[in-house]
């Protein structure tokens, strides 16, 4: 009978990822590669053989760090935190909008809060319904806790990309479901008739009645310049947005660099708020445009206090301020602040009684009446969407008022006057039925 083959004694763990011990007493180091070998099609290891802990422990992280080897490149310990950080970095070096890279960082901090100091080696898909769990147990809203389940998937998926993870464990769990959004209505003619006369009590009534006139992004109308309405043509050239901060950026999308023509009765508005710039500006001289001095003290304090916002405990730096002047400045001749036209936005509402409602609800009231006579890939051209889809999704629905369609239907189609009953021979209505006495 064949003699049975001893069985080789298992090798013991070091304790260290990656590192065994040896019979003889020596460390193999293997660290798996994520890649695939062009030649082969199989994935290549790292494998070394060294005679102490400390050698190994040497082998390994060289290999760690490795770039040129295209192995592992996110470490042993590195957290969720550190390569959401990582990877937010990488986005503002390819010159992402400050608004975008804020917004990273508030949903780093979102995801950060919760599995933050867990290693992204180790992240199981367990771990990422965790997270889906304990978000929607701190009651954030649906769209908050799906973005953030996005935002790990993206940052993972790089990580898989780059070759620093064999496999992106958020594949493995469901996207968190938002659900329908709820049907939305917009102003009703007596609602529209109270908020003009609040506007019109307004300083920056021609501001709102232009938001309103041209369904453009408030962000548009505070960083229009004034090079960008021509008071020949009537043309309000939208070229540009308003950023947080200040300063002034490119349009949100290609879509939005566009051309708008006024209604003369607006062009005459613009005109006369063009006339009082002028003598504000006369009357202020120098100062005109001047910007308040912030001390250093309260400077810091802002620091401090946006640098509190993020557990990551990074802020993106603001980019240089693009220096315009306004078409609708403040009082100083000094750039709008966003948050200060939304605040008397508020005021406004409230001295008209009605509910508040954000101010884009200006951009979805402009969509709703204009969709009634002008098809969708117009009306999509004219307010700076991407797509026809994104112009319909602002669409709203107007309170006690009924659908046209049919009517509408019956008489662009020619039916109004054919759909008859004497046209149609109905049974009982038409001439050929008058006395007619019923079959047998």
């Keep these: 009978m064949p003699r049975a083959r001893r069985a080789k004694p298992a090798r013991k763990g070091s304790g260290e990822k990656y590192i065994t011990a040896r019979r003889d007493g020596r460390f193999s180091v293997t660290v798996p590669n994520a890649l695939l070998d062009a030649d082969s099609g199989r994935r290549r290891a790292y494998q070394t053989t060294c005679a102490t802990l400390a050698g190994a422990l040497a082998a390994r992280d060289a290999v760690l760090n490795d ?137 920056l009534r021609t501001l709102f009645i232009v938001l309103m006139v041209t369904g453009t992004r408030v962000g548009e109308i505070v960083g229009a310049r004034d090079i960008d309405y021509d008071p020949d043509s009537g043309i309000l050239h939208i070229a540009g947005t308003a950023k947080k901060g200040g300063g002034r950026g490119r349009p949100k999308s290609r879509a939005g660099d566009r051309e708008l023509p006024l209604p003369p009765e607006i062009c005459r508005l613009v005109g006369g708020h063009l006339a009082e710039v002028a003598r504000a500006r006369a009357a202020a001289g120098p100062l005109w445009g001047e910007k308040k001095v912030i001390g250093e003290a309260t400077r810091h ?70 969709l009634e006579d002008l098809p969708a890939h117009e009306v999509q051209q004219a307010v700076g969407h991407a797509s026809p889809a994104m112009t319909l999704a602002y669409a709203r629905r107007v309170s006690g008022r009924r659908t046209r369609a049919t009517t509408i239907a019956a008489a662009r189609l020619g039916l109004t006057d054919e759909l008859t009953a004497d046209s149609l021979n109905l049974p009982g209505t038409g001439p050929t039925d008058v006395g007619a006495s019923p079959r047998r």
């Design 301 to 370: 304090r802002q620091r401090e206090r946006a640098t509190r916002r993020y557990v990551a405990g990074w802020v993106p730096a603001p980019p240089a301020r693009d220096t315009y002047t306004p078409l609708f400045p403040s009082g100083h001749g000094t750039p709008l602040l966003v948050r200060n036209v939304q605040r008397e936005w508020k005021r406004l509402l409230a001295q008209a009684g009605l509910p508040h409602r954000p101010l884009h609800e200006t951009r979805a009231a402009w969509t709703t009446v204009v």
């Design 67 to 203: 770039l040129h080897r295209g192995i592992v490149v996110i470490r042993d310990r590195t957290t969720v935190r550190e390569m959401l950080v990582q990877w937010g970095g990488r986005r503002r070096a390819a010159g992402v909008e400050y608004s975008t890279a804020l917004g990273h960082a508030w949903l780093t901090e979102v995801v950060a809060s919760e599995i933050g100091d867990h290693p992204v080696m180790a992240l199981e898909p367990r771990h990422v319904e965790l997270l889906v769990a304990r978000l929607r147990d701190r009651e954030l809203a649906p769209s908050t806790v799906a973005r953030a389940y996005r935002h790990l998937r993206a940052a993972l998926q790089e990580a898989v990309l780059r070759g620093s993870l064999t496999h992106n464990p958020t594949h493995r769990v469901p996207a968190p479901r938002v659900g329908s959004p709820a049907v939305r209505e917009t102003w009703t003619p007596g609602e529209l008739a109270r908020l003009r006369a609040a506007i019109r009590t307004s300083r």
